[in-house]
């Protein structure tokens, strides 16, 4: 629970300093909302089931890249 709530804090951190960060969640944000548009419908055409799979890997794309900033920020050494 500890860690969970230290990653929130460093999120929150990053959002507020980090322009990349800010960037990379952003374009997570577009890519979940385009792919929820896409589940909401009965059936997709091939075009559609391939944008859905592109839009997967473009999210966890910015998902790992987050995380890369994430970890980084957390072997920073804490300034007093």
Known sequence: MAE????DVIKERLMRDSED????????SRYSEAL????????????EKL????????KLQMKDQMEFLIQK????????
């Open 4 to 7: 969970a709530n230290a990653t």
């Open 21 to 28: 960060f800010r960037r990379l969640a952003q374009k997570h």
């Open 36 to 47: 929820e548009k896409l589940t909401h419908k009965s059936y997709l055409t091939e075009e």
């Open 51 to 58: 944008e859905e799979v592109n839009l997967k890997k473009l």
């Open 73 to 80: 920020h957390r072997q920073q050494p804490v300034a007093n």
